[in-house]
């Protein structure tokens, strides 16, 4: 015909390769197309991607950000001063023996989709992150309600004998096992908040998937695409809404430092906030500038040894190891945010708290006692490994800067040998918790004001101890503390217990305290407070003009 | 008929690539709820295992998923507990492939002239440029290419978006820093098999009717050589379209490569045996349609 | 082109003469020779040099300096460290070259192997063994590697023997590399192999032979495997470049060698790390890079130049 044959198998054959480069085209178009929703007002780096949007089961720091802004619980905290403030709660009483903590819920508060909230949904959410059936991390919070710990185990089945009870539609009556003195602080953590019970007794484990998502909280969920970003949208029906700054705010999950900073750098970003996304190098030239803040921070970075293994069963062994750290010249050499060296657990800054000071840098008297341990010089001291986990893809490679560090300052001042030991991250948590290693590198961030967040660890058999040492007296101060309604007697026992970790037995070396760091331009940005908990409700933030 | 036997014996393979995956995988030391922070105490671990059959033995739970995946369901994400693997890779795969398709069209629409060229022009400078800047492509590791282009044309020009994906503009970089290693390695196999094309004795025989050398090459050695680059094609459309990791994880670009290598991470048991059955049929499939390619290509070629 | 090929010398011989006349692949040849001179003579030259010259150098020797860019003392920069990069990136070589090699060699003998007994034993077992490569290709490999390296590894330190040893798990870690990298490498060269042995297979030198009544090994080893030697060269030295590579990209994800060892994969994570709108430590990646770049080349002409030099297409 007009086509010679060829011609027309080639095109015949070829149809294929046409069909395909109009699906990419299509695509393109697509893409290109169906992303011009409006833009945010609010960009903020937030860290990894969340895990999950639920309050009952988060744990981790980016989930804990997002859903502050979701939803609420009775109690909020200040932003600036990170204490406890009225939430959906107006009010509140605590019985004399502080065993009984009534709350008044306001009046007049509906969920986003238009339903009232009442004191039923505040007891359905607390006893939902107790059932076993939700299978929460974080249940351990409400273990300080009375049979809320055998309910999560299962020994009772019928969720009215726990500690939580509606009065009636606006109040809310929690029985205490004993006076928790940072009671008030937990009902602002996350596994306390409000969820909606309509949504969940509807769509069971993916009720997050549901749209319109109900939020108790100042914002709703518009949108939620995995390693894309979420995007929260102000909630006219929040208590608070007439203090929401903004109206659309992004959340980008991106976890390497380099390619945050440089969304930050070309103003794609408005904010950067997580501390594993500063790049450490470039710290001495970030900290001159207006936009990077840095704020003392409720987290300690520590080292863990196994006093199972021997020769570290000995204490004066673990003494002499911590006398012969050099704290400065680490936080100096490797960290350079301006993080303080930390001769004990708990941070600074915790309110009616001093914690006593521990070993410091000593290198003579280290000497002394690993020669009084029976190692003088070293001699005779078997090699052992320090275990931390890798870092990949971009994310900052400090435990192992820190490792080099301290193999080199052992060996010199010690003449001892460490054998570094990176392991994928799994493996390493399961290296700690099978107790098989002989230091690890470790850290923990407070989840609320108080010391027990930090020295409640170490106890005889407490999951996150992980190193094998278990002391009778200490259980017993910390035991102490946890039952007394007088601050400064608490304050006592902590402190008497902290002694005891750090000075005496020293099963950990706390190295040094986390410092918080975000980037944003504070002239563009305001709302952004830096506190200890590094604590930032997402309602204050709003960007403005720059004053011309 | 062929390939009707193909596509039947893909089943099984898929069956005992999927008991393979799972088996690996809980040989892994850790599991997918191993924290930093221990819950406060065994009971609530037990709750969290019994809630996602984890307590029970491997063979049992093998089977559970094998039901589950009767009826399409790759089961809920252990990480990402509010999504299902199905949820995540209908978000994921789209933006993968067009990546990747982007990519292989870059790759064949530099490899093939340039594995032409350099073929045609053997031994002059355009074959040593041309198979130095091939080797070159296939040398340098993708996660070097990557920020070296962000810091050329991204960081100290201004001329294309940093990161992320969503407009045409954030279409460039990325399939340029994936396809480049293809374009080379494309080049590569193209020039080789037209060099060897051009001794045959088809080839010989038509130089022998008096053909011109362009000629020749063009209509014969080429669709001769074709071959070898089809073949070479299906699997790496396979990689291609599964994402790369370090091109998506670079780019923070919103696909299923980062994935299939953070859910080894995580010990995602689900989301891995979703993503290795994804790969397995994806390269199954792209196997068999490079077999059919071959029949097209080469009538000689028979399948019996 | 080429003179035609003198009658008098063997098919070896004359294969070698192709070869040397191939420039790019006899000038690859000098750079891996120089290279492998350079590697073994710098421990060398440390060992024998003035202390402070020993220190300075020394790869894992920590100092305050910095980030120091290329100069006097230093000749390539300094690291996070401190440590001198020309060093490290000499002590890395020594890792990545033998990671390939190793991995190399145990793809080459699991791959040869494979494919051979299935090309030449045909049947029932040529398809069952081929079956089982298409399985394990269609396995994505990084899944393989990352619960080798963690599973074994794991494995591993429990033997008592490790235990006693600490020297030993030290390079345990980067024996599991090679074993790793090598596992998932060995399948196309199988193919590979068995094809050739299958079209070997029917050739009348070796039906000859069978005739004579030479049993399977004996034709095996004394005429499929020389005849297909030289496919397996080229496809060794081509695979090399790629096992390097993988295990680059292994080190990227932090699964590579251990700190504070070296090799080229490390080297290059750690200064691709580095790049960042306000400052570049450009040495970092450069000259690891460059390195590395280089000797794939080396490798991937050579290869080129073994395969043309063998071919025994006519």
Known sequence: MFLSKRARQFYCRARFLFLSCGALLAGIVDTGCARREPPANVTIINGAEPESLDPAIVTGQPELRIVIGMFEGLIRLDPRTARPVPGLAERWEISPDGLIYTFHLRTNLVWSTGEAITADDVVYSWIRALDPATASDYAGQLFYLKNAEDFNAGKIKDPSL??????????????????????????????????????????????????????????????????????????????????????????LPIASPTTSLNLYQSGRADVVWDKTLVPVELLDVLLQRPDFHTFDMLGTYFIRLNVTHKPFDDPRVR????????????????????????SHLVPDGVPDYVAPAGLGFDPEQAKKLLAEAGYPGGKGFPRFDYVFDSAAGGAAAIHENIGVELQQMW??????????????????????????????????????????????????????????????????????????PDRQKRAHYFQQAETLLVRDEVPIIPLYFYVGVNFFDPKRIEGIDQNILDNHPLNCIKKVQPPK | MYFLKRLLFAVPLLVVISALAFALVHLAPGGPFDRERTPASPEIERNLKAKYHLDEPVWKQYFRYLGDLAHGDFGVSLKYRNHSVNDIIAQGLPVSMLLGGLAFCLATAIGLPAGFIT???????????????????????????????????????????????????????PPVALGLYFAGKISRILREGMLQAAQSEFVTAARAKGLGENALLLRHAFRIALLPVVSYSGPMLADLLTGSFIVE???????????????????????????????????????????????????????? | ????????????????????????????????????????????????????????????????????????????????HGRDLFSRILFGAQISLLVGVVGTVVSLVIGVLWGAVAGYVGGRT????????????????????IVLLTTLGDLLKQLPLVQNSPGLAGSLRVMLLFVGLGAISWLT????????????????????????????????????????????????????????????????????????????????????????????????????????????????????????????KN
């Open chain 1, 319 to 342: 003494r002499a190891l911590a006398l012969a750290v050099d704290k400065d010249r680490i936080v100096k050499k490797l960290l350079k945010a301006g993080e303080k060296t930390a």
């Open chain 3, 189 to 312: 060269m199988a193919r590979i192999v068995r094809g050739q042995v299958l079209s070997l297979r029917t050739r009348s030198f070796v039906e000859a032979s069978r005739t004579l009544g030479a049993g399977a090994p004996r034709i095996l080893f004394r005429h499929i495997i020389p005849n297909i030697f030289g496919i397996v060269i080229t496809y060794l030295a081509l695979t090399m470049p790629a096992i390097i590579l993988y295990e680059s990209f292994l080190s990227y994800l932090g699964l590579g060698v251990q700190p504070p060892m070296a090799s080229w994969g490390t080297l290059m994570a750690e200064g691709v790390s580095e790049i960042n709108p306000i400052r570049i430590y450009w040495w970092l990646i450069l000259f690891p890079g460059a390195v590395l770049v280089m000797t794939l080349l080396a490798l991937n002409f050579l290869g080129d130049g073994l395969r043309d030099a063998w071919d025994i």
């Open chain 3, 1 to 80: 082109m080429s003179e035609p090929a003198p009658s008098h010398l063997s098919p070896n011989q004359r294969a070698w003469r192709r070869f040397k006349q191939n420039r790019p692949a006899v000038g690859s040849a000098w750079f891996l020779i120089l290279l492998l001179l350079a590697i073994s003579a710098w421990p060398v030259a440390l060992h024998l040099s003035g202390p402070a010259f020993a220190r300075d150098h020394n790869p894992d020797q920590l100092s305050d300096a910095q980030f120091v860019p290329p100069g006097a003392q230093h000749w390539l920069g300094t690291d996070v």
């Open chain 1, 411 to 484: 060996h010199d001042t010690l003449g001892i040998d460490m054998q570094l030991r990176q392991m994928e991250w799994k493996v390493y948590l399961s290296a700690q918790n099978r107790l098989d290693y002989d230091l690890s590198r470790s850290s923990w961030i407070g989840d609320y004001n108080d010391p027990q967040t930090f020295l409640g660890m170490f106890t005889s058999d407490d999951g996150n101890n992980r190193t094998g040492w278990k002391n009778k007296s200490y259980d017993a101060l910390i035991q102490a503390a946890g039952r007394e």
């Open chain 2, 119 to 173: 073929a045609a022009r053997r031994g002059r400078w355009e074959d040593y440029a041309g198979s130095l800047l091939a080797l070159l492509a296939v040398c340098v590791p993708s996660f070097v290419i990557a920020p070296v282009l962000i810091l050329i044309f991204a960081i100290k020009s201004n001329l294309l978006p940093v990161a992320l994906w969503g407009s045409p503009w954030h279409m460039i970089l």
């Open chain 3, 126 to 145: 040529d398809s069952f063994l081929m079956r089982i490569v298409d399985v394990l290709y269609s396995l994505p490999s990084i899944i393989f590697v």
């Open chain 1, 162 to 251: 726990v500690g939580v009870r509606a009065l009636d539609p606006f109040t809310i009556r929690a029985e205490l096992n004993h006076p928790t003195a940072f009671f008030l602080d937990l009902c602002a953590f996350p596994t306390l908040y409000v969820v909606p019970r309509q949504t969940i007794e509807k769509y069971g484990d993916r009720w997050l998937m549901a749209r319109p998502l109900p939020s108790s909280g100042p914002f709703e969920l518009a949108a939620w695409r995995l390693n894309d970003k979420v995007r929260l949208k102000k909630n006219p029906r929040y208590w608070d809404a007439a203090n929401t700054q903004s109206e659309i705010i992004d959340l």
């Open chain 2, 249 to 304: 994880n670079i780019f923070q670009i919103p696909g299923i490569g980062v994935f299939l290598v953070n859910s080894v991470t995580n010990r995602d048991y689900t989301m891995l045996l979703g993503l290795s059955l994804l790969y397995a049929v994806l390269l199954i499939g792209l196997n068999l349609l490079v077999d059919l390619a071959y029949t097209w290509l080469d009538p000689r070629v028979k399948y019996e």
